[in-house]
């Protein structure tokens, strides 16, 4: 998108800060997981150190009264403004002319006659607008892109926690949550299975962190295990393993397994049959 719109793209990494926004969001969360407003004044709070450091003037948002029910709410945009130490050197261009001039509307930095005034939830204007500027090429609004509005993530990411008795996370806990197929047959242990070829190889980059296994006298998917297993766990999770796999059918089927240690072992199991795996295995 900065390429597009010929603008200089700083990216700041923020992933330990934002954890506490995560773990202990002071507005409360969102339908999911989604601490919007946190969030909001987290980012914002970002850009006004930016701002300091860097010699620039003013923020600009792409906010919109009324487009998010938690975050962008006439009586929260403020509240984002104000928390995050940006004030009035926070402009909102979409929605400008519904809120009170900022300092570079009055000091006639920017033409407040040529920002706007949209509401709600549509985004027809600001597509209508992206057509005039030749923009075709930009992300999914509603929240497309943001994993925590996701109901299936925010399960994965709550049952992490419970899994490991505190809400806390690295980063590649939350990037392996974006992938696979996510398992757990028993409190301490679960299985991310590949769903498709990007997702076996994505995996595989992980090999010598977890137990993995994978089906060798059939084609089958790449499976990580995640937690302490004994050999009886690792019994089980082979049969799943095989199951999703092209031999799901057969009698048997061959599985290797790899420790974190690069040891590797076959073992023949049957494949566990759909009606033995409970729907509440799935997270
Ligand atoms: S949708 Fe996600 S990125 Fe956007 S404000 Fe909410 S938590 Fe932050």
């Known amino acids: 998108m900065a390429e597009q719109l010929g603008i200089r793209l700083h990216i700041i990494d923020v992933i330990e800060e934002y954890k506490n926004v995560l773990i202990n969001p002071k507005h409360g969360y969102g339908a999911h997981l989604n601490p ?13 150190q930016w701002l300091a450091e860097n010699d620039f003037d003013f923020i600009i948002t792409g906010e919109v009264i009324g487009q998010r029910p938690m975050s962008q709410r ?26 009170a001039p ?5 000091e006639g930095w920017v033409d407040r006659e040529k920002l706007h005034d949209i509401t709600g939830r549509s985004r027809k204007q600001q597509m209508e607008m992206a057509e005039q500027f030749g923009l075709h090429d930009y992300s999914q609004p509603a ?32 990037m392996l949550l974006k992938v696979g197929r996510h398992i757990r047959p028993a409190p301490h242990f679960k299985l991310i299975v590949a769903r498709e070829e990007g997702e076996n190889r994505f995996l595989q980059g992980y090999t010598n962190t977890f137990v993995n296994l994978a089906s060798v006298s059939h084609n089958g998917p790449l499976v990580l295990l995640d937690g302490e297993a004994d050999a009886q766990d690792i019994h089980l999770a082979a049969r799943i393993t095989a199951r999703f796999g092209q031999g799901r059918l057969a009698e048997q ?27 509440s295995w799935y997270i």
Do not use: H
């Open 36 to 48: 919007c407003l946190d969030c909001k004044i987290f980012m914002v709070n970002k850009a006004k």
């Open 74 to 99: 006439k009586d929260t945009m403020p509240i984002i403004a104000k928390q995050s130490g940006a004030d009035d050197l926070l402009l909102r261009p979409l929605c400008a002319k519904n809120l």
């Open 102 to 106: 900022t300092l570079p509307e009055r």
């Open 143 to 174: 929240g497309g892109c943001c994993f925590l509005v996701d109901k299936n993530y925010s399960a994965k990411l709550v049952d992490l926690w419970q899994a490991q008795g505190k809400k806390d996370y690295e980063f590649d806990d939350v």
């Open 253 to 279: 089927v061959d599985v290797e397994v790899v420790g974190t240690d690069g040891m590797a072992r076959v073992i023949t199991v049957k494949p566990l049959p759909q009606e033995e795996m409970p729907k």
